[in-house]
């Protein structure tokens, strides 16, 4: 959970972490993205002041968003949010719309924006990092636009997964996770609905300058390479 405090430099200076406490309160979802945010160390003193950073990890089914996004945390401290895992651990726990939610993934479309969006607001709510990888969202223009409303910001960059179609349609065919949107049929459905909807969101981001294409095609480690330096370019504004 992030908090505010009343004065930055109060809460840098003062080793009274009690009153510093006594003037910190809790920040929603939009102030998160629009506030500097102080952390607190160990011994329960305000440490340092930080600025959230958000990218958005987007790319075909299969391209290998998840895998990549792992070694982003392990490397670089990130919290992933999935929104593919939000909306199936929404289906098992069975969270309000889980019927609907079941019936749009086995069909390959999107959920509508404001089931997602909320799920990733909680889910950003409850976590005490400032740093996040939103993998899988927006998937639309209508995803794009219900968050960017919310949190009145956009994502300091954006991945895309660069990966052919038929090397996306072998990966997803061997997951092997037990999905029930990984069969051909489904399948074929999620490649024509990523080029409808989520190319315009990618077009949206380049067009930005906030988009980084990524070959998706070698090895995890030599994808993993190009990624890197995107983040240790980055890395003032992140650590
Ligand atoms: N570079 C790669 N080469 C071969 N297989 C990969 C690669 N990256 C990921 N995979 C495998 O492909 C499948 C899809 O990867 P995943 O990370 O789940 O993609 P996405 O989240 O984009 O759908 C998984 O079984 C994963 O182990
Ligand atoms: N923003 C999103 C993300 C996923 N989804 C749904 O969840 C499915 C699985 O998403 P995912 O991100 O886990 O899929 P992969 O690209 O990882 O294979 C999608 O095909 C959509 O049906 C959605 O509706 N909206
Ligand atoms: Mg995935």
Known sequence: MWWRVASSRF??????????????????????????????????????????????????PGSGKGTQCTKIVETFGFTHLSAGDLLRHAISSNYENSAMILDTIKEGKIVPSEVTVKLIQR??????????????????????IAFEKIIGAEPNIVLFFDCPEEEMVKRVLSRNEGRVDDNIDTIKKRLKVFAALNLPVIKHYSERGKVHKINAVGTVD??????????????????
């Open 11 to 60: 809460a840098l200076t003062s080793s009274r972490s009690s009153s510093v406490h006594q003037a910190a309160y809790r920040l929603n979802f939009r102030e998160f993205f629009t506030t500097e945010i102080l952390t607190w160390a160990k011994d329960g003193r305000p440490s340092t002041v930080k600025t959230p950073f958000v990218a958005f990890v987007l790319g075909g």
């Open 222 to 239: 030599d994808i993993f390479e190009q990624v890197r330096p995107l983040f240790t370019a980055n890395e003032k504004e992140i650590e």
């Open 123 to 144: 889910a950003i709510e409850s976590s005490d990092n400032y740093k996040f990888l939103i993998d899988g969202f927006p998937r639309s223009e209508e995803n794009r």
